[in-house]
């Protein structure tokens, strides 16, 4: 009798305990088994630094070390450039022909998602907002004949803003024709003789085999009018 007293009394005292206590201390236990976020930050300074800088700028001990240099984030044509998705693709998997290891075995989706958000949040914001704002060719002048020769053989270098696509990876970069000094001294000889002959030790290959004389006039008024008279 007395034992089944004190089984009465329990059972009593349990449902005498508050429901927000017990909701409480289901929310703590939670929260104390659950596991932190990726410290993007730390995973960059332990991991990416070494070759990209502690300012994301390529500039590093290692810099000198590497025949293609490691990506520069802060320049206006990495954020042009590099999406999110590029960026983790990149992480996970590695770039072909650079240093860029594969890092799919040493850090988890959620630790190479959180330091791609901490590179494009520190080191690429600034430039976002620049390459959004610079002008594109009007749609007259893309249907020009040096527009569309353009667009077919020298986008992919030097982007639909004639400020460079992929910088990062071809050195010397190719030209900006933004640029103040490269308006200075790109006089329409050389620019002509540039796209039909090349440029030795430079990415740029001839086309005078491609197109004809009449083309590459006609993209050099594209490229002068779009670009370099603004």
């Not at 949040?121 to 007259?140: G, H, Y």
């Amino acid at each position: 009798m007395h034992s089944n007293h004190t089984l009465a009394e329990k059972r009593h005292n349990r449902r005498s305990i508050p429901a927000g206590l017990i909701f409480a201390s289901a929310l703590f236990f939670c929260a104390s088994n659950a596991i932190a976020a990726p410290d993007g930050k730390a995973i960059y300074h332990d991991n990416c630094s070494v070759c990209h800088g502690d300012r994301g700028d390529g500039r590093s001990r290692a810099q000198n070390s590497f025949l293609v240099p490691p990506r520069n984030y802060t320049t206006p044509e990495a954020a042009l450039e590099l999406s999110r998705d590029r960026m983790i693709h990149s992480v996970t998997h590695g770039r072909a022909g650079t240093a860029m290891i594969s890092w799919k075995t040493e850090l988890s989706p959620q630790e190479i998602e959180a330091v791609v958000d901490h590179i494009r949040a520190t080191f690429m914001k600034l430039n976002i907002k620049t390459n959004a704002e610079r002008s594109r060719p009007s749609a007259k002048l893309l249907a020009s004949q040096g527009g569309q020769v353009y667009m077919n053989a020298c986008v992919m270098c030097h982007g639909e803003t004639g400020a460079r696509q992929v910088s990062g990876r071809m050195q010397p970069p190719p030209g900006d024709f933004t640029s103040p000094a490269r308006i200075a001294e790109l006089t329409d000889k050389r620019m002509i003789d540039s796209i039909t002959n090349g440029r030795p030790g430079t990415a740029m290959r001839p086309y005078g085999d491609k197109y004809t004389a009449s083309d590459i006039k006609a993209v050099v008024e594209f490229i002068r009018a779009a670009y370099m008279s603004k």
